[in-house]
C-alpha cells in the first residue's frame, strides 16, 4: 500500500503545475516504483541493432538510431512511429540529439562513417552536412543552455564543437585533439565519449580508451579551425600539426594553467599495462552527470561502475603510505614495549578493547541484525550476500570499525576486479575511526602487497609488527612477512626498481619532488625568449615545456578517486554501453548478458535486474519526469519498462531476473575470461538462445575498436 507520503505529493502534484519537477526528483523513481519495474511495450520498426535512444526535453517524444541507417520518432506511450528518417549515413549510427532551443525541429545525427548530419524534422530534409572526422564518430552531446551548439567526439582523437548557425565549410572546431599532442599517454587515443554537465554546461567530461574521466572546463579553451576532409586540401587543418596539449589555452590565460580535472580508481594507473597483456581493455564506454552536477558516472569497460563526487576534489586515490597518514610516532611510542618482560603490555588488554569498542561503536538493533546476517553469509562463503548486508549496515552506522574491517575481509574473499582496493579504502577508514583496529591493520599491509605495491606493504607490515609485537610471531605475519620478500627479490631480479614496480611505460609519472622546483620556475621566473638566437630560443622553448608537460602530469597523478563502485553487470563486448542516473537514487547500466541492472546508489547493492535483449543491452535511458526507461541493444526492438503491479503476467512479460547471484558470478567469468574464451562462451550461449527459443542474434555489429 502507498504511503501517506506519496499519497500527499500525488495530491500536491494535481494542485500545482510548479510542483511536477519537484515530484520527479522526489518520488518518480521511488523504491517503492523501482522495486515494480517491469517489461511494458515494444517498439518495432528498425531492422537492425538500436544503438542511440534520446527522449526530447517534454518526454514526449522517444528517437532511436540503428544499423539499418535510419533515425525513428516514436510516440512511446502509444507504441507508435511518428516519423522515420532515411538519413545519409553508410554506417551504423551511434549519436542521435534534439537540438535544445529549437522546439524538437532539429536534430543531429552521428555514425561510424565519420559524418554528422543536422535534420529539419519539420521538413523531414538534412540542412546540414559535416565531414570533418576522420574515424567512427561515437557521441554527440548539446547543452540546453546553449541553442544551435553541440559536440562531438570521434576515434579520431578529436572533441569538435559545431554551430549549425555558420555555414557548412565553418560550422566545426577542434576544441580538443588527443591524436595532436606530444603527450606520450594519450598520443592517438581514441574518444569513446563525452558528456555536457547541464547544471554548469561550461564543464565537459571526455573518456578515452584508458581508465581516466577527465573534466575540461570550456571557458579556458580556444576553439582552433578544422577543415572538412573532403576539402580541397585532402586533410583537417589540425591533423599534421603537433601541440604540447590535446587543449589550446585562451592568449590572457596563464600558460601553467591545467584546465581539467582527473578522475579514476585509484588501483588503475598502474595496472594498464598488466591489463594490455591479459588483452584486457580499459576505457571508458559512457559518461553522465547527475541532474545538480555534483556527481560523475563512468561506466568501465572491461571493469566496473564507478561514481565520481565533484565536489571532492581532494579525494586523492589512497595508494601510498596510507598507514603515515594515520599514524604518528606518538602511536608508535604507545605501543612498543619498554622491555621484553613488559611486552605484552603493548597489546591491549583484550577484555577491556573490546568492552571499550561496544560502548564506543554500538550498533542500533538493526545494523546488528545485519552485521549478524553478514557474519553468516560469510562462513557460508556466500560473499556476494554478505557484502550487501554489509552495504546496508555501513549507511546506518557509518563510523563503525568493525563494519568496515568486515567488509574488507569479505571484499579479499570475493575478489571480483578492484575489490582488493576497495578492501584497503575500508581498512584505512576502520583505521580513521580506530587506530587500534588490529586485523584491519594488518589486512592493510596484505592488500598492499595483492595490489603490488610491495615496498609499501614491507613497510605497513614493519610499522603493524613495531605496534603490535605478540602477532608479528604469528602464523600469518610470517606467511606475509615471506609473500612480500620474495615479490621484492623478484622484482629485483627482473631489474626493476622497487620504487617504479609496474610502473605504466605509457603514462609519465611525476612526483612532488621532481616537479615542485619546476613548477616554481614557471610561476616566477617565465622563459622570455631572445629572437636574435634561434638556438636559446629552442632551448629556452624546451624547457618551458618540460616545465608546462610537469605541471599537466602532476595534475595527473592527483587525479580524484571514486566515491562508490556498483558491481554486477559485464562491460566488455561493445564499446557504446551506457549507464545513467535513475532519479537521485538509482543507477542504472546494460550488460552483456542481455540484461540492465539497476543499484541503489547510497548502498551500491542491486535493487533490480530486468532482461532487455536476447543479446546484449547498450542503451538505458529514463525518462526526464516518470517513472520510465527505455533500453535497446543488439535486438532490432526496443523495450520499455514502468511499474508493473499486475501479478498475473505471462513468462513473455515478466522479465525480471530472479537469480541475481548467478547472473553476477557469470558476468564477473566473463569479464575476466581471455577475449577468445569469451568468445566461446557467448557462441555458446547464442547456441543455447536458438535451441530454446528459434533465434537470437550471433552477430554483434558495435565491437569496440
Do not use: M
Given at each position: 500500500m502507498l504511503d501517506q507520503n506519496l499519497i500527499q505529493n500525488l495530491h500536491h502534484w494535481e494542485l500545482d503545475n510548479y510542483y511536477f519537477k519537484k515530484f520527479h526528483y522526489r518520488t518518480a523513481f521511488s523504491q517503492f516504483f523501482v522495486k515494480h519495474l517491469n517489461f511494458h511495450s515494444e517498439l518495432k520498426g528498425h531492422e537492425g541493432c538500436v544503438n542511440c535512444l534520446e527522449w526530447n526535453q517534454a518526454g514526449t517524444i522517444l528517437a532511436s538510431g540503428s544499423d539499418d541507417l535510419r533515425i525513428i520518432l516514436w510516440d512511446p506511450f502509444k507504441q507508435k512511429q511518428l516519423q522515420k528518417i532515411d538519413t545519409k549515413h553508410r554506417g551504423n549510427i551511434f549519436g542521435v540529439k534534439f537540438l535544445p532551443g529549437t522546439n524538437d525541429a532539429f536534430m543531429a545525427s552521428a555514425a561510424a562513417d565519420r559524418d554528422i548530419y543536422v535534420y529539419d524534422v519539420n521538413k523531414n530534409q538534412t540542412i546540414n552536412e559535416i565531414h570533418s572526422h576522420l574515424n567512427r564518430v561515437k557521441r554527440i552531446e548539446t547543452a540546453q543552455d546553449s541553442p544551435f551548439l553541440f559536440w562531438s567526439c570521434a576515434e579520431d582523437g578529436f572533441v569538435l564543437q559545431h554551430d549549425i548557425r555558420c555555414k557548412p565549410s565553418e560550422a566545426s572546431s577542434v576544441l580538443l585533439s588527443f591524436s595532436s599532442t606530444e603527450l606520450g599517454d594519450i598520443k592517438n587515443s581514441e574518444a569513446k565519449c563525452l558528456a555536457i554537465n547541464q547544471a554548469r554546461s561550461e564543464y565537459m567530461a571526455v573518456g578515452l580508451s584508458d581508465p581516466f574521466a577527465r573534466i575540461y572546463d570550456r571557458r579556458m579553451i580556444d576553439l582552433r579551425p578544422i577543415r572538412p576532409r573532403n576539402s580541397q586540401s585532402g586533410s583537417t587543418t589540425e591533423i599534421n600539426k603537433k601541440n604540447l596539449f590535446e587543449y589550446k589555452l585562451l592568449e590572457f590565460i596563464d600558460p601553467s594553467t591545467v584546465p581539467l580535472t582527473y578522475y579514476v580508481p585509484g588501483h588503475l594507473p598502474k595496472r594498464i599495462d598488466e591489463y594490455r597483456r591479459r588483452m584486457k581493455t580499459l576505457s571508458i564506454t559512457f559518461l553522465s552527470f547527475n541532474s545538480n552536477g555534483t556527481e560523475l558516472l563512468a561506466n568501465l569497460g572491461g571493469e566496473q561502475l564507478y561514481l565520481f563526487n565533484l565536489c571532492d576534489e581532494s579525494s586523492s586515490p589512497v595508494k601510498y603510505d596510507t598507514y603515515k597518514t594515520l599514524f604518528d610516532k606518538s602511536d608508535l611510542i604507545e605501543v612498543l614495549p619498554a622491555s621484553k618482560s613488559s611486552s605484552s603490555e603493548t597489546i591491549p588488554d583484550t577484555d577491556s578493547q573490546k568492552t571499550n569498542n561496544k560502548k564506543k561503536y554500538k550498533l542500533s538493533p538493526k545494523a546488528e541484525a545485519l552485521k549478524l546476517k553478514a557474519n553468516a553469509s560469510f562462513e557460508e562463503q556466500n560473499y556476494v550476500e554478505a557484502i550487501d548486508y554489509y552495504n546496508q549496515a555501513i549507511i546506518l552506522a557509518e563510523n563503525s570499525p568493525i563494519l568496515y574491517g568486515n567488509r574488507a575481509a569479505t571484499l579479499m574473499k570475493r575478489n571480483w576486479d578492484g575489490d582488493v582496493y576497495s578492501a584497503m579504502r575500508d581498512c584505512y577508514k576502520a583505521l580513521m575511526f580506530d587506530k587500534t583496529h588490529l586485523k584491519s591493520h594488518f589486512r592493510l599491509a596484505k592488500c598492499l602487497n595483492d595490489l603490488k605495491w610491495h615496498q609499501e606493504a614491507k613497510e605497513c607490515l614493519n610499522f603493524f609488527c613495531k605496534r603490535f609485537p605478540d602477532y608479528a610471531k604469528s602464523q600469518a605475519c610470517e606467511n606475509l612477512v615471506k609473500d612480500i620478500e620474495k615479490a621484492l627479490k623478484s622484482s629485483k631480479n627482473k631489474g626493476d626498481s622497487v620504487d617504479d614496480e609496474h610502473e605504466n611505460s605509457d603514462t609519465e609519472w611525476t612526483t612532488m619532488s621532481e616537479s615542485e622546483s619546476?613548477?616554481?620556475?614557471?610561476?616566477?621566473?617565465?622563459?622570455?625568449?631572445?629572437?636574435?638566437?634561434?638556438?636559446?630560443?629552442?632551448?629556452?622553448?624546451?624547457?618551458?615545456?618540460?616545465?608546462?608537460?610537469?605541471?599537466?602530469?602532476?595534475?595527473?597523478?592527483?587525479?580524484?578517486?571514486?566515491?562508490?563502485?556498483?558491481?554486477?553487470?559485464?562491460?566488455?563486448?561493445?564499446?557504446?554501453?551506457?549507464?545513467?542516473?535513475?532519479?537521485?537514487?538509482?543507477?542504472?547500466?546494460?550488460?552483456?548478458?542481455?540484461?540492465?541492472?539497476?543499484?541503489?546508489?547510497?548502498?551500491?547493492?542491486?535493487?533490480?535486474?530486468?532482461?532487455?535483449?536476447?543479446?546484449?543491452?547498450?542503451?538505458?535511458?529514463?525518462?526526464?519526469?516518470?517513472?520510465?526507461?527505455?533500453?535497446?541493444?543488439?535486438?532490432?526492438?526496443?523495450?520499455?519498462?514502468?511499474?508493473?503491479?499486475?501479478?498475473?503476467?505471462?513468462?513473455?512479460?515478466?522479465?525480471?531476473?530472479?537469480?541475481?547471484?548467478?547472473?553476477?558470478?557469470n558476468n564477473q567469468v566473463k569479464m575476466n575470461s581471455h577475449p577468445f574464451e569469451y568468445l566461446f562462451l557467448n557462441l555458446t550461449q547464442n547456441a543455447n538462445w536458438n535451441t530454446e527459443e528459434g533465434g537470437g542474434h550471433q552477430n554483434v555489429e558495435c565491437r569496440p575498436s
Open positions: 619546476e613548477i616554481s620556475d614557471i610561476s616566477n621566473k617565465k622563459p622570455k625568449l631572445n629572437g636574435n638566437e634561434s638556438d636559446s630560443n629552442e632551448s629556452l622553448s624546451a624547457n618551458n615545456d618540460k616545465i608546462l608537460k610537469n605541471i599537466y602530469y602532476q595534475k595527473k597523478s592527483r587525479a580524484v578517486d571514486f566515491n562508490s563502485r556498483y558491481c554486477g553487470h559485464c562491460n566488455v563486448a561493445t564499446d557504446i554501453k551506457e549507464a545513467n542516473f535513475i532519479g537521485d537514487n538509482f543507477i542504472a547500466a546494460g550488460s552483456d548478458d542481455g540484461s540492465f541492472f539497476i543499484w541503489d546508489k547510497k548502498t551500491s547493492n542491486i535493487v533490480k535486474v530486468l532482461r532487455g535483449d536476447e543479446s546484449i543491452v547498450n542503451c538505458v535511458q529514463p525518462h526526464p519526469y516518470s517513472c520510465y526507461i527505455a533500453t535497446s541493444g543488439i535486438d532490432s526492438e526496443i523495450r520499455l519498462w514502468s511499474p508493473n503491479f499486475d501479478e498475473a503476467l505471462t513468462d513473455e512479460e515478466d522479465r525480471v531476473v530472479n537469480d541475481v547471484k548467478s547472473a553476477v558470478l
